[in-house]
């Protein structure tokens, strides 16, 4: 694939550069479709202000900030730019961290007020309980509260802070939450604070703005308002393919800001842009324009006509065989043998039979059925709490203590173990501890093996006793509470009448931890290769020759979205409705951006499969919306 810097400028480019280079700075927001070069302008950008103010920004040991969504973006983007080290790319909560860090004595501060008003919430919370509140749930309150009290008692004690994916106050581990709440507080409260960040970094970008949450824009702007002339603040992004519930979707310009925008899509073919437009009428109308072109052996350039089609099958146990027809056939129309056994991009959102058929049924249901809603939204990218020491930690670990990989295995203990942190001096020679977390981590792969009994309890367990890792306080709280008692008969109905979210949290974290661990392979499959939250591959701004997007609501109706809602197929709930009357988003319209996001992602060929319990109802319902041309929708009979 050739470099996004050697495209072509385009107008907005230009306009853009203007911004950069104008004695007073000039702060912008890019809004723009799925493929319009907005990662390429940002680089572009990026290049431009080496060229213009690279010296000056070194002599004032200066340096842009460039903020992305996942890690893998990071250093995708590092690399267009030479690795240039006047360029500092990095998610929100590294350059959040790299900014409170210095100031430890505050960050405890903020700490120790953060742990107080978690105690004040829970007191609150014991001194209101209803008449149905479970002896559990009030154990685990009081566990909690003694918990919070005891590290508020010993974060004096911490030397330093430091920042990790979930919090953990007393071992001085911030988590990326907090992170975000520290800094952005610090930035809301603090204009000094303000000036630092305009000093060390005159330029702040954010790509995939529409991601970015309402609180860290709100900061962000802060600082431009204050430091007006000489900071330069750019969002680039595209509200249409907001796809987290805490993304910030449009952002406003302020006053004197510059609003670029850009009419051409470069990356799909005619056929598939065509679909993207469709998407978009019911949305915001945008319309895009020219289509990915090719030059022809004398140089001419033509546009690429690419395919779209849609095929509407029976949700049956037969899902498998349909797709893999449905790949055969598009091969022969094609003639194209990679859609038949190469390299297609999958898209799907996780359902229980993609799980049960990945072998991960029973982790699905556990963080999907009467679970809170926090766990089903981060099942969809792995970020959910109970799951972040196996992704982290745990699979990692056990796959490089397979595959007899010394220095990964190394390299993962000393980020994770706080037996190896600076802190820990060693009560033991180095060489004993290191051949205890060798054996501990060969335990631990011999315990996540498939066919092994080991439950997601005993991993936990074993990871807590050998110190492979500094568990999240709030699966060691759930580990401290034993075993639970077998379901009582009523158990279901008082988890539902109970108040809030907390008996739902219980009873999937009972769940959760009577699972095999060996679940957990097959999720982190679905995770890293079908996701379109994937963050390992990183869908967001990524693109594929062939994408085949399944459309299945499978056996449960997720919460935040539905395609059988999208297409029209069932009608809205009286829930929907009342969002709707309120001016609320329903599971209509996250679904249509999911969908926009998985079809803009495709550079030949688009295949959508929709799985319909009514395959004759669901023709017409998708006819009628007419998103794809008549005679490029299919079913059952067109494979013959
Ligand atoms: N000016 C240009 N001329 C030709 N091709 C371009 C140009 N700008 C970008 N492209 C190509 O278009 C594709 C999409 O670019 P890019 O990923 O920057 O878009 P994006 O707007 O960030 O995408 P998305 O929002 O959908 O993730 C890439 O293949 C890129 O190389």
């Known amino acids: 694939m050739s470099r996004r810097i050697d495209k072509p400028d385009t107008p907005a480019d230009i306009e853009l550069r ?49 903020i992305t969504y996942t890690e893998i973006a990071a250093e995708e983007i590092w690399t267009d730019v030479g690795n240039n080290p006047i360029v500092h790319v990095s998610t929100i909560h590294s350059f959040m961290w790299m900014l409170v860090r210095p100031f430890q004595s505050d960050v405890r501060k903020w700490v120790a007020a953060r742990i107080q008003e978690k105690i004040g919430e829970l ?48 071992k001085g581990i911030l988590g990326h939450d907090d992170v975000l709440r520290c800094a952005t507080q610090f930035l809301d409260q603090r204009p000094l604070f303000r000036s630092l960040l305009a000093q060390q970094f005159p330029f702040v970008f954010v790509d995939e703005s529409q991601d970015t949450t309402e609180g860290v824009v709100t900061a962000l702007k802060e600082v431009a308002a204050q430091s007006q002339g000489k900071f330069c603040l750019g969002f680039f992004g595209d509200p249409m393919q907001r796809i987290y519930m805490t993304g910030a979707g449009p952002i406003g310009a302020e006053d004197g800001w510059a609003t670029i925008t850009k009419e051409e899509n470069f990356r799909c073919p005619t056929t598939v842009l065509a679909v993207a437009n469709a998407i978009r009428r019911d949305d915001d109308k945008l319309e895009q324009t020219r289509g990915r072109t090719i030059k022809t052996p004398d140089g001419e350039e033509i546009p690429v006509a690419g395919t779209a089609r849609m095929f509407i099958l029976p949700a049956d146990e037969r899902r498998d065989q349909y797709i893999a027809k449905v790949r055969a056939w598009v091969a022969d129309q094609n003639c194209d043998e990679t859609w038949r056994d190469g390299f297609i ?20 249901v556990a963080m999907n059925s009467k679970a809170p809603s926090s766990f089903k939204d981060g099942f969809l990218d792995a970020t959910a709490w109970p799951l972040r020491a196996f992704m982290s930690l745990a699979l990692p670990l056990a796959s490089a203590t397979n595959e007899g990989r010394e220095f990964d295995a190394m390299s993962l203990l000393r980020m994770f173990s706080p037996k190896l942190s600076k802190e820990n001096t060693p009560k033991i020679g180095i060489p004993t501890l290191l051949a205890d977390l ?13 066919g092994s009994k080991a439950t997601i309890r005993d991993v936990l367990e074993h990871m807590r006793d050998t110190g492979l890792i500094a568990l999240d306080p709030r699966v060691l709280s759930y580990l401290e509470g034993g075993v639970p008692p077998p379901p ?19 009873s999937a974290m009972d769940s959760f931890l009577a699972c095999k661990a060996s679940e957990f392979w097959g999720y982190k499959e679905y995770v890293e290769e079908l996701s379109p939250f994937s963050t390992q591959q990183g869908i967001k701004g990524a693109e594929f020759d062939r994408v085949l997007v399944i459309a299945d609501d499978g056996e449960s109706s997720h ?12 009608e809205l709930s009286d829930n929907d409705k009342k969002n709707l009357d309120e001016g609320k988003e329903t599971q209509v319209e996250r679904t249509r951006r999911l969908f926009y996001v998985c079809c803009t992602r495709a550079m030949d060929d688009l295949v959508v499969v929709l799985f319909a319990d009514d395959v004759g109802a669901a023709e017409q319902a998708v006819r009628a919306k007419n998103l794809f041309p008549a005679d490029q929708i299919f079913t059952e009979a067109a494979l013959g």
């Open 345 to 364: 991009k999958l898209l799907v959102i996780v359902h229980r039979m993609a799980a049960r058929r990945l072998g991960f049924d029973d982790l699905y």
């Open 488 to 506: 009582q008969q009523d158990d279901n109905q008082a988890a539902q009448e109970d108040d809030e979210d907390a008996p739902l949290e219980m």
């Open 559 to 570: 919460f935040q979205f539905s395609y059988d809602k999208y297409f029209g197929i069932k």
């Open 123 to 170: 007191e609150e919370k014991i001194a209101t309980y209803g008449p149905r509140v479970q002896q559990r749930t009030k154990d685990k309150d009081q566990r909690d509260l003694a918990r919070y009290q005891q590290s508020l008692e010993r974060i004096d004690l911490v030397k330093s802070f430091t920042y990790g994916t979930g919090s953990d106050y007393p």
């Open 18 to 66: 203007e911004c950069l280079s104008a004695a007073e700075r000039r702060s912008f927001i890019m809004v723009a479709g799925a493929g319009s070069g907005k990662t390429t302008s940002l680089i572009k950008a990026l290049s431009a202000i080496i060229d213009l103010h690279g010296e000056e920004l070194k002599r004032r040991r200066q340096r842009v900030a460039c």
């Open 438 to 450: 060798r054996h501990a981590a060969a335990k631990l792969a011999e315990m996540m093996q498939p």
